[in-house]
């Protein structure tokens, strides 16, 4: 248990110095070969737990301590140590003496020592008091950084305390039914009698009571289904690709609405990313679906003259790198990790690649544009412009009515994303 603690140390000291808790984690996983699933499993769960409710500890930390700890790691570890306290159903003396024990891995200072066990047992003294004034600040009360709150309430006034809270829980685990092979109906019979309870969202979407390993998913080695956010589900239909089209998926990894468009449709699919090692993973996705794309290509969307053949698209889905300020319960370290300036940046790669794009769109074909985001400079304000400079470009009205403006706000069903369909004149 002290191992799996001081590899979190390790992994949270990590993610706080500028790095993605996503690989960090790769990288944990290979440099710890012998680690079982159990012990993987404590350090993840810790991992995404101290960042996801970092804004809350730090200022509960700020009130327990005179000064800040010099030593990261022992800072960390007392984060590690309040996390376990307030959310994990270990025994409170189990938690501090593992901390005081690892501690002492870490330092051979005894005050070093002193410190984290008193920290630890001042807060449990003091545990209401001090969640309680830890509310006070809204970086506390939301674990999210200030200027991310005030933007969010600036932007959705009546519904931004949802947001900020439903990025702060667990997310969903939802299937996608290939309906080429099996109803919707009948895998949802065949769940149940796994002893798998779920419920039906939209399309071919499935939203699991306890999520699971894939592993244990009846099916899912025959390509029967699918694990993918309901609301990334949305991207496939939305297109309206139909038979024979030639159709582009930029920025396609993991690849996941790629296979969904092959399952909806008989299409020449190109897919195009400009990493290879996460166009592997597309590869694997195809494979075991069993599904053909006409061309998996690496290479940047914003530059076509690189990789495309002068072929329009009938069909082309920008599905853009963005701030991923929808997908924040999935990876928490994003709130820690961005920063406002970068929000315009990615908006102008985001007008880079859409105006690259929107030349290899074939007379009368539709383009949709995609974010996992919800701040509206990447968003609706993005689309406006663009349909300012491009007077070709007609917005399309979109008939999901879950959909306001083209936003679909996180809940606890889905991820947050952004659709704008356009239609070349």
């Not at 012990?39 to 409710?53: E, M, N, P, T």
């Not at 069909?315 to 319960?329: F, K, M, N, Q, T």
Request: aromatic fraction near 8%.
């Amino acid at each position: 248990m002290i191992k799996t603690q001081l590899i979190t140390v390790a992994v949270i000291n990590n993610v706080l110095g500028g790095r993605s808790l996503t690989q960090v984690l790769h990288e944990c996983w290979q440099k710890h070969a012998t680690l079982s699933g159990q012990q993987k499993g404590a350090i993840q769960d810790c991992s995404y737990g101290v960042l996801r409710f970092y804004g809350q500890l730090i200022e509960i930390l700020a009130t327990l301590l005179t000064k800040k700890p010099q030593d990261k790691n022992i800072y960390c570890l007392l984060l590690i140590g309040l996390y376990q306290l307030i959310y994990s159903k270990t025994p409170a003396y189990t938690i501090i003496n593992q901390a005081v024990s690892a501690s002492r891995k870490l330092s051979q200072n005894k005050k070093i020592q002193g410190l984290v066990n008193a920290v630890l047992r001042n807060f449990l003294r003091q545990k209401s008091s001090l969640l309680t004034q830890a509310e006070v600040k809204e970086t506390g009360r939301y674990s999210h950084p200030q200027w991310w709150i005030n933007r969010l309430r600036t932007q959705y006034p009546q519904q931004y305390r949802a947001i900020l809270d439903t990025s702060n829980k667990r997310p969903a685990m939802t299937l996608r039914v290939n309906q080429r092979k099996i109803s919707v109906t009948r895998y949802q019979q065949l769940l149940a009698e796994h002893g798998m309870k779920s419920t039906w969202i939209w399309h071919g979407a499935l939203l699991l009571e306890k999520p699971l390993s894939v592993d244990a998913l009846p099916g899912f080695n025959e390509g029967m289904v699918s694990v993918q956010d309901a609301g990334a589900q949305l991207a496939a239909p939305l297109l309206d690709a139909r038979h024979g089209m030639r159709v582009l998926d930029a920025c396609a990894a993991p690849g996941g609405k790629s296979t969904h468009l092959l399952e909806l449709a008989d299409i020449s699919l190109t897919v195009l990313d400009q990493d290879n090692a996460r166009l592997a993973r597309i590869e694997q996705n195809l494979e075991r679906l069993r599904v053909h794309a006409s061309q998996v290509i690496c290479g940047n969307a914003s530059d076509p003259d690189t990789w495309w053949d002068g072929k329009l698209f009938d069909r082309i889905l920008a599905d853009v790198p963005c701030s991923a300020s929808g997908v924040v319960c999935r990876h928490p370290d994003i709130k820690w990790l961005r920063r406002e300036t970068d929000l315009q940046k990615l908006a102008s790669q985001q007008q880079m690649i859409l105006h690259a794009l929107w030349q290899t769109l074939a007379r009368n074909g539709k383009l949709l544009y995609v974010t996992c985001s919800v701040f509206m400079e990447e968003n609706k304000w993005l689309i406006q412009q663009f349909l300012q400079q491009h007077t070709d470009a007609q917005p399309v009205s979109l008939s999901e009515p879950e959909l306001q403006d083209g936003q679909l706000l996180p809940d606890s069903r889905h991820d947050g994303f952004f659709y704008a369909l356009l239609h070349k004149l």
